[in-house]
């Protein structure tokens, strides 16, 4: 189904809100339309979007599946955003996450709503040794846009 008004609205926001901080050097997203719809728009607000890689894994997945798309990631790719799908990316932010600063842990934990973005870091030998528990949630931003 399409992207919502209120997702097109939110979609150019969260990529003013993650224009702030360090870009991706790769996104990962679903093949869902409003994932792929949510992504076009979050990258407009960038001027090199980094390149993207479409996954129908990402769709509906739960943190198993999604851990194992993340494990995937090259070598070099230090910052990678996943666009995807409740109730799955919630689950894997709060499986992820040891701790996290301030009260972050506690919001995500509460409500993850639309159009939020999570910000894990990871100190790791590489991707593939990415395991629940082994992230710090540093941020989480939930990006709205124009009325309501």
Same mark, same amino acid.
């Given at each position: 189904?399409?992207?919502?008004?209120?997702?097109?609205?939110?979609? *150019?926001?969260?990529?003013?809100? !993650?224009?702030?901080?360090?870009?991706?050097?790769?996104?990962?997203?679903?093949?869902?339309?409003?994932?792929?719809?949510?992504?076009?728009?979050?990258?407009?607000?960038?001027?090199?979007?980094? *390149?993207?890689?479409?996954?129908?894994?990402?769709?509906?997945?739960?943190?198993?599946?999604?851990?194992?798309?993340?494990?995937?990631? *090259?070598?070099?790719?230090?910052? !990678?955003?996943?666009?995807?799908?409740?109730?799955?990316?919630?689950?894997?932010?709060?499986?992820?996450?040891?701790?996290?600063?301030?009260?972050?842990?506690?919001?995500?934990?509460?409500?993850?709503?639309?159009?939020?973005?999570?910000? !894990?870091?990871?100190?790791?030998?590489?991707?593939?040794? !990415?395991?629940?528990?082994?992230?710090?949630?540093?941020?989480?931003?939930?990006?709205?846009?124009?009325?309501?």
């Amino acid at each position: 189904r399409p992207l919502a008004p209120r997702g097109l609205r939110d979609a *150019p926001a969260a990529g003013r809100a !993650l224009a702030t901080g360090s870009l991706p050097d790769l996104a990962l997203c679903s093949t869902a339309v409003r994932a792929r719809r949510t992504w076009e728009l979050v990258s407009a607000e960038w001027a090199t979007p980094p *390149p993207v890689r479409y996954d129908r894994r990402l769709y509906a997945a739960g943190v198993t599946d999604l851990l194992e798309v993340v494990r995937e990631a *090259p070598a070099d790719v230090r910052t !990678l955003l996943l666009v995807g799908h409740n109730p799955g990316l919630e689950e894997l932010v709060r499986a992820l996450a040891s701790d996290g600063l301030d009260d972050t842990l506690d919001r995500v934990r509460e409500k993850f709503p639309t159009c939020a973005i999570a910000v !894990l870091a990871w100190h790791g030998p590489g991707w593939p040794a !990415l395991a629940p528990g082994g992230a710090l949630l540093t941020s989480v931003t939930v990006a709205r846009g124009g009325k309501r």
